[in-house]
């Protein structure tokens, strides 16, 4: 899921993510890029990094040579060279952790992989998380990749968040609503 | 509230009972969060099923209405206070399009634009709910306006007539009387059973206390509701503040009743539209206004109608037959200066049936109602209006038409031949005859009966300064010697040869038994 307070940027992540999908898709370069962007996305949003990709004195060419010094081990393509340079004329490392984001989503939708986020009040039984996984996946007729959360202010029960679909079963939200439906 | 005395046990029971009745199955609803949140509006992020329009829900019972959907967020409006709000919160979807209450139970409230109640007097227990944003009644049930709705002003059940089912927009500058001809109007629906609403939008809290006092002095609430929008509540409560009214009106309208509809006034409801769609970052137009303004009075204005006794009983279940249901909305425009052709006045001005338009020259001459006879128009009220009327009002436009075209001349009225020495007098004394003060609207009867003289020429030989004095006395006679002839007019409004004789008995023997030369 992309994270809310950097939406803003989504706009802008956007052409970039879907060009790099695109031409990653037709060379069949897939997972090389996935991991080629994500690493980028984390070298981003590392805070040193951030400092001097805030900072208006750091010049862009200093940024780009520590993106390709620190990208180099990754066997960095002719391509992925030019995207690199791309991002650089255009000032725009910053909306890296976007463009992997976004570049995540198509292909988790390629790939028929949902990701869910299972929320519940105590730890959940391994074989729960399974047998949960198996009647999700029938239920939106894909793959599922179970991250699990422990909360205990829900009190029992479970929430599963499904992209933007919430499915609130939790004990905390039953009785909230037979307090409302008392009082009302 | 009152409440029972019950003992503890028996609360126990009432409450086991209703968490056993409690339905437990997990929900499922489509979350977004918030990203910013700034005079009124919020951004948010996710929520990618919403609808436009629809409700959505916020933390502690707060709610906005979705309103623009872009490709990676979602615009909306906060209904209400928007201090609690802050950045990261989530908000859900609720899949409803916004209701407020409507029915009985809301006449004689005053209650603001999601339908609480504002007076004091309590919660209210309405039949049920509306969606405040309703597609306006198809072409098929619908049925041409033929009844009249009587205002109780001389003026414009002479000249204007609105008919049940109309739309009329009042139109004029600051303190020409707007308000004053609504307020009239309603007043004089106390018993014809016609159920009215007056919005007041971005108006000030003193005024709209004013109004409720008035109607309350003339026993005119208990068949009306006012919706308020004041001009300190957010622009979003504004905006919708038209529609709520609308929908509890359509309530009536869809049983087979009557119902009047106030709009006080559009130009800050446009105001109103216009900020938050400046604020939804919506491309600006003439004078700044969104693209879309036209459409936001036309589809407001389009729910006034008159339908059909099979529109009534599909929405009755067949529970009302052949009744007609009407809505006839009297919208109000304020002009900068007299001037009609801004933008919001000349839309408005061609969605509606006709204006009535007051002037500040007249108002300050005197002359009240400061109606213009000649720019204010009814476009299908003739067709409504009670023959009585109609008959002896004909007379009335041509004269003051005339006299319009001679009163510069009036200054030498030695000088003129006899005929145009008589339009003038004529003229003047019609001029006198449409004056009527506050509160203190007509029945048919007596309408009828000083048109019946004007029109004839009985006033003529009645001094100017003497035609106020002159028609009060001879409607105090006609209601003390002859009381049944004016229910029976006022009941049918019927014009044959026998009322004329009526009519005109009750003058002669009137204007005989006093002097009035």
């Not at chain 1, 929320?119 to 179970?146: F, M, N, P, S, W």
């Not at chain 2, 967020?73 to 409507?102: F, Q």
């Not at chain 2, 204005?301 to 008159?306: M, S």
């Not at chain 2, 003038?424 to 203190?440: A, D, F, H, N, P």
Request: with cysteine.
């Amino acid at each position: 899921m992309a994270n809310a307070s950097n939406q803003q940027y989504a706009h802008l992540a956007r052409p970039y993510a879907l060009a790099a999908f695109q031409f990653a898709l037709e060379k069949e370069q897939l997972p090389a890029w996935k991991v080629f962007l994500n690493t980028a996305a984390l070298v981003a949003s590392d805070t040193q990094t951030l400092k001097l990709l805030k900072n208006p004195a750091t010049s862009v060419t200093v940024l780009h040579d520590l993106f390709r010094e620190v990208l180099a081990p990754l066997n960095v393509s002719a391509e992925q060279q030019n995207f690199l340079a791309l991002l650089a004329q255009h000032q725009r490392f910053m909306i890296l952790p976007e463009i992997a984001e976004l570049f995540n989503v198509n292909y988790a939708q390629l790939e028929k992989i949902s990701k869910i986020r299972l929320i519940t009040a105590v730890e959940a039984e391994q074989g729960y998380k399974q047998h949960l996984a198996q009647i999700l996946a029938k239920r939106v007729q894909r793959e599922v990749t179970l991250s699990c959360e422990v909360d205990p202010s829900i009190i029992g029960g479970a929430i599963i968040h499904i992209g933007d679909r919430v499915i609130d079963g939790s004990v905390r939200r039953k009785l909230t609503r037979l307090l409302q439906n008392l009082a009302g | 509230m009152q409440v029972k005395q019950l003992s503890p046990t028996e609360i126990s029971d009432l409450i086991k009972q209703r968490i056993a009745h409690f339905d437990l199955k997990p929900e499922v609803r489509t979350e977004g969060t918030i990203v910013s949140v700034k005079d009124g509006i919020v951004r948010l992020y996710g929520l990618q099923d919403v609808m436009q329009g629809e409700m959505i829900e916020f933390d502690k019972n707060t709610y906005g209405l979705a309103l623009n959907l872009e490709r990676d967020s979602v615009g909306a409006v906060i209904l209400g206070d928007a201090l609690h709000l802050s950045e990261g919160e989530t908000a859900k979807c609720t899949g409803r399009i916004l209701e407020v209450p409507v029915g009985e139970a809301m006449l004689g409230r005053v209650v603001d634009a999601l339908g609480n109640p504002i007076d004091d007097k309590g919660p209210i227990k309405a039949e049920s709910s509306s969606p405040i944003e309703k597609v306006a009644p198809g072409v098929v049930f619908r049925q041409p306006v033929s009844q009249p709705l009587q205002t109780g002003l001389k003026a414009i059940d002479a000249m204007v007539p609105v008919g049940r089912g109309q739309r009329e927009l009042i139109i004029g500058d600051r303190q020409t009387g707007k308000t004053a001809i609504a307020i009239d109007a309603i007043i004089n629906q106390r018993d014809t059973g016609v159920k009215c609403i007056y919005v007041a939008i971005g108006q000030k809290a003193s005024s709209i206390a004013s109004v409720v006092r008035k109607l309350e002095e003339h026993d005119a609430l208990k068949h009306t509701i006012i919706v308020v929008a004041t001009a300190s509540d957010p622009a979003a409560m504004q905006y919708i503040a038209p529609y709520a009214g609308c929908a509890m009106g359509e309530y009536f309208r869809d049983k087979g009743e009557d119902a009047l509809i106030i709009y006080d006034d559009l130009t800050k409801h446009a105001w109103a539209y216009r900020q938050i769609s400046l604020l939804l970052r919506r491309p600006p137009g003439r004078e700044a206004y969104p693209g879309d303004i036209f459409y936001l009075h036309s589809r407001l204005l389009e729910r006034a109608a008159r339908v059909n006794p099979e529109y009534v009983s599909r929405h009755t279940n067949g529970k009302v037959k052949d009744k007609t249901g009407s809505l006839t909305a009297l919208p109000v425009i304020e002009t900068q200066a007299g001037d009609v052709s801004a933008f919001v006045s000349t839309n408005v001005i061609s969605i509606t049936d006709g204006q009535i338009f007051l002037e500040t020259d007249l108002f300050n001459s005197g002359i009240r109602p400061a109606i213009n006879a000649g720019l204010s128009v009814s476009r299908v009220g003739g067709a409504a209006q009670t023959k009585i009327i109609k008959k002896y009002a004909g007379g009335v436009r041509l004269a003051l038409a005339q006299y319009r075209e001679l009163a510069a001349f009036s200054q030498f009225v030695s000088d003129l031949d006899e005929t145009t020495r008589k339009q003038l007098e004529r003229g003047q004394r019609i001029t006198e005859v449409m004056k009527q003060k506050q509160y203190t609207p007509l029945s048919v009867a007596e309408e009828a009966i000083i048109l019946f003289a004007a029109d004839q020429g009985y006033l003529d030989n009645v001094p100017l300064n003497r035609i106020a004095a002159f028609e009060q006395d001879l409607l105090s006679y006609m209601h003390t010697s002859h009381s049944e002839f004016a229910d029976r007019i006022g009941k049918t409004g019927e014009l044959n040869d026998d009322v004329l004789k009526t009519l005109k008995t009750i003058i002669d023997t009137f204007k005989s038994n006093q002097s009035w030369d």
